[in-house]
């Protein structure tokens, strides 16, 4: 079955009790059962829910993957991961990735015994010197955020195994319509819900796709021990973002493509930051890993002074000043104060995220529209 097929019916099934077509939202908390331990495989909704079991089999028939589990946010999939570990253990990661992960990392892990090694994943074998007895996790996030670093998923995982170390990847900025990284050997796919797979800026989700039934149980567990599930309505909602998920990445990545084209030969434009440009780091892995793009790009101005990034900021119109990605709205974000404020400056500016850095999420509006945008805002810096 080919993805637009799968995004369409994978996991869903017309209602047997009424024929409807669209999956019921199941919005009950508790299940009557026909004697103690008796029940019809639903016993209290933290622990399933019908919604939420349709939604997380279509995403991982995206992800080519066996077991999915939801979560009511991406924060909440990554943390469940990390709660596979031990006091002592130690996690191999990159030094660009999303904020949120970073401050979960080091804010809440880190004093509970697990050390993280952040390191330029870029080239796998940086990875060697970090490797001990102690590292369980190899934690990639390719594109990364906001830089949009390409990590060789394959080499990182041929390193990882051959030490016995689960790889899980967020596959967050790419999706299932770009990058599958079970196909490529990774254990444990993390997805911000939220983002591309919902589509459409309504929703707050994580999900994980594993193989492995063992690795799932233990997740599973997890899940319903601590309690981070999303709700039915949620649930719906997102089953019906990913039916158009193949049609949307489409028009992202046409848009991306164009966009970037666009600021590249802008006078007023410093650096651009897109994988799909051959001079960009790594962008044959990236064409070999990836069906195609994406719609995600950062960029610099030329004037690169922060009053200025920020006058452009306040002066585009059409792209909306806000946090998030993937929604098929077009967004701006300035990384620096919002999506990544909680890594300190000291470490941003080290990894090459500077406090002028602008990351754009491109939408599926008309690409004139867009363009017409960036432009009358460019006129004013």
Same mark, same amino acid.
């Given at each position: 079955?080919?993805?637009g097929t ?6 869903v099934?017309p209602?047997p009790t009424t024929g ?7 919005q009950t908390?508790?299940y009557v059962?026909a ?7 639903y016993a209290y909704?933290?622990g ?6 349709s ?8 992800e ?5 589990i ?5 924060m909440?999939a990554?943390?469940?991961v ?5 006091p ?16 979960l ?8 015994g697990?050390k993280f090694h952040?390191a ?6 940086n990875i060697?010197?970090l490797?001990?007895?102690?590292t ?22 041929a390193l990882?195994?051959?030490s016995n170390?689960r790889?899980?990847v967020d596959n967050?900025?790419a999706?299932?319509y770009l ?6 050997g990774a254990? +444990? ?8 797979l919902?589509?459409h ?5 994580g ?5 492995d039934?063992?690795l799932?149980?233990e997740l599973a567990?997890? &899940?319903?021990s601590c309690?981070a599930v ?5 649930s719906?909602?997102?089953l ?16 991306g ?8 030969h ?10 799909g ?5 790594n962008?044959s ?8 793009f994406?719609g995600?790009?950062?960029f ?5 002074r ?5 006058r452009f ?5 059409l792209?909306s000043l806000a946090e998030?990605?993937g929604g098929v709205e077009s967004l +701006?974000?300035?990384p620096?104060s919002?999506?990544?404020?909680s890594i ?5 500016e080290?990894?090459?995220l500077?406090d002028?850095l602008?990351?754009l999420? +491109? ?5 004139e529209?867009? +363009?017409a ?5 460019? &006129?004013s810096?």
């Open positions: 079955m080919k993805f799968k995004a369409i019916h994978a996991g099934e209602d409807a077509i669209m999956t019921p939202i199941f908390s508790t059962q004697s103690p331990g008796k029940h019809k495989g909704a933290r399933a829910n019908p919604t939420r079991n939604l997380q089999k279509s995403i991982a028939a995206l080519n993957g066996k077991f999915g939801c979560f009511s946010s991406g909440g990554t943390d469940a990390v709660r596979l570990l031990n002592g253990d130690e996690v191999i990661t990159s030094n660009d990735l999303y904020g949120g992960s970073y401050r990392f080091t804010k809440v892990y880190e004093r509970m697990i952040f330029d994943l870029t080239h796998a074998d060697k010197p490797i001990n007895a102690k369980k996790l190899l934690w990639l996030e390719t594109p990364s955020n906001p830089l949009m670093r390409i990590i060789d998923i394959q080499a990182c995982v990882a195994k051959s170390i790889v899980a967050t900025f999706s299932p990058q599958t990284p079970l196909d490529m254990d +444990i796919v993390m997805h911000s819900v939220t983002k591309y919902s589509g800026s309504d929703v707050i989700m999900a994980l796709v594993v193989n039934e063992k799932y149980q567990f997890i &899940a319903n309690g999303p709700g039915p309505q949620d719906f909602l997102v019906r973002g990913i039916k158009t998920l193949h049609l949307r990445m489409e028009r992202h990545c046409f848009n493509k164009k966009i970037a084209e666009y600021l590249r802008h006078p007023k434009i410093g650096k651009v930051y897109w994988p440009f051959e001079d960009h780091p962008h892995i990236a064409k070999r890993q990836m069906r195609d994406g995600m790009l950062s610099t101005l030329k004037d690169d922060l009053e200025q990034a920020i900021l306040e002066h585009v119109k792209f998030s990605l +701006i974000n300035h620096a919002m999506t990544h404020a300190p400056k000291a470490e941003r080290k990894n090459g500077s002028t602008i990351r999420s +491109i939408g599926v509006e008309d690409i529209d867009l +363009i945008d960036l432009d009358q805002s460019l &006129a810096v």
